[in-house]
């Protein structure tokens, strides 16, 4: 049903990274997700009161506010789409990470006031009705279910959307739970074993797991994850593949909402090379990183020695003591200043947050094993941490 709505009311509906296509899909299935939860929510309330049972009622309610939750994840796609203005430069793209976070809240109520109705059955208990009425419409609820938890991974893994992926979830565990009153309700049919508010409290626990799964992952962008490994390559192989480059470093990744993201980073060109070219590379690859990735690039021009054979001898002595010291160690901006009682090795080194030595004790190390080999040399080291991520 999404494909076919698709087709005939989004322009352009396969340019995922576009803001007026994604503000579009995020509509579409708001729309529908509203439509489906409110007539499951009507489906389940009337069987709950044919048949007295909290786990079908509770269920019930857990779809009238999945279409709440629809209804923020329209307005947040609607107000995620607004274009930039003086206050927001870089848009409201993050206002979908914020929509996805109100669902998740809301899922986490309604599961803990599930459970407390749930215990309450427990406590009192009663025996549900049955009627085939009942199981034709839970059953029709899980393949609604499933079908609303497939489109919604699909589009929100194409549009890297964390509002979809959340209501892809939360799908997922509805599916679940009205599987489990559906097996509360034969099991109370057939045999003589009531597990009506138990069956309440395994929904009541579904929905919180989902609550809190979804509520993690869209905390996580507003807090300013690291970006994806596949990303960052891409950043990689693209500058890389300009011959005058000689290196990167320093990338930083700002994500200021699905398709928009603002990349920074330091490439390394000769010292020798002619600055009026540099630039034009520089401008090249910056212009190539926004039409291939959609992301806005600013480069900083690192020049750095190349060709001179004693500095090229440190460099390659500095690598072998860092390999030593740990593998995951890397180095940039190496340089040498040379004076008549000693020689001064200056160069960052780039080391993950979770390294087991601190910044202190890494830069005491590098600085005891180079003047171990080598008296006349001393070392000035700036640590940097690994910006892109150490997934």
Known sequence: MVTLLAKLFIKNREDYKNPAVR??????????????????????FVAGLISNSIAITADAFNNLSDAGSSIITLIGFKMAGQKPDPDHPFGHGRIEYISGLLVS?????????????????????ETPEFSPVILVILIAS????????????RLGKKMDSAAMLVTGTDS???TLATSVVLISTLTAHFTDLSLDGWCGVLVGLFVCYSGFTAARDT????LGQAPDREFVQQVNDIVMSHKEIIGIHDLIVHNYGPGRVLIS??????????ILTLHDVIDTIEHELQKTLNCHAVIHMDPVQVGDQETERLK????????????CLTMHDFRIVTGPSHTNLIFDVVAPYNFRLSDGALTA?????????????FTVVDVDKNMAGDK
């Open 219 to 222: 905390i996580s962008p507003l």
């Open 172 to 174: 997922l565990g509805d």
């Open 23 to 44: 503000q579009a899909y995020g509509v579409l299935c708001g729309a529908v997700g509203i439509f489906l939860n409110l007539c499951l929510f009507t489906g389940k």
């Open 265 to 274: 980073l330091h490439a390394e060109v000769p010292a020798d090379g002619d």
């Open 105 to 125: 809240v809301i899922i986490l109520l309604m599961g803990t006031e599930l459970l407390k109705s749930s215990v309450s059955k427990i406590i009192h208990p």
């Open 316 to 327: 390659e002595l500095v690598k072998g003591y860092l390999a030593q010291i740990d593998p």
């Open 142 to 153: 899980i393949l609604v279910k499933c079908y609303m938890f497939l489109y919604n991974r």
């Open 365 to 377: 190390l590098i600085a005891e094993k180079v003047r171990a080999d080598n008296p006349a040399c």
